[in-house]
């Protein structure tokens, strides 16, 4: 069976770069037709998905993010990378990442228990 856990610093100060790390145990990053979201939860913004890697390498962002965040893969530890730039207390949230089938990429079947993030000096 497939687990997710996400983990990073719980504690960013605004302008500097958030980053996490997704760490898949129970299958490789790398098999055949998966995609590997980032998802987080707000108060504010509710549930946003932000962005995903697909297993060929490949990744698709969210617009709204798109000029802030890097998602990458690192085969050798099985792990995924979450980068998110210039962060501001907006930023604040609920940090999860996901798995789901390329082809129905919103539809996630497995879930980290996610890491909560605050962007504050």
């Known amino acids: 069976q497939v687990q997710l856990q996400e983990s990073g610093p719980g504690l960013v100060k605004p302008s500097q770069t958030l980053s996490l790390t997704c760490t898949v145990s129970?299958?490789?990053?790398?098999?055949?037709?998966?995609?590997w979201s980032w998802i987080r939860q707000s108060p504010g913004k509710g549930l946003e998905w932000m962005g995903f890697?697909?297993?060929?390498?490949?990744?698709y962002y969210s617009p709204s993010l798109e000029s802030r965040i890097s998602i990458s893969g690192d085969t050798s530890k099985n792990q995924l990378t979450l980068q998110l730039r210039s962060v501001t207390p907006e930023d604040t949230a609920v940090y999860f990442c996901?798995?789901?089938?390329?082809?129905?990429?919103?539809?996630?079947?497995?879930w980290g228990q996610g890491t909560q993030v605050t962007v504050s000096s």
């Open positions: 996901a798995r789901s089938l390329s082809n129905y990429w919103y539809h996630f079947s497995s």
């Open positions: 129970g299958d490789s990053i790398t098999t055949a037709a998966y995609c």
């Open positions: 890697m697909a297993y060929s390498g490949s990744t």
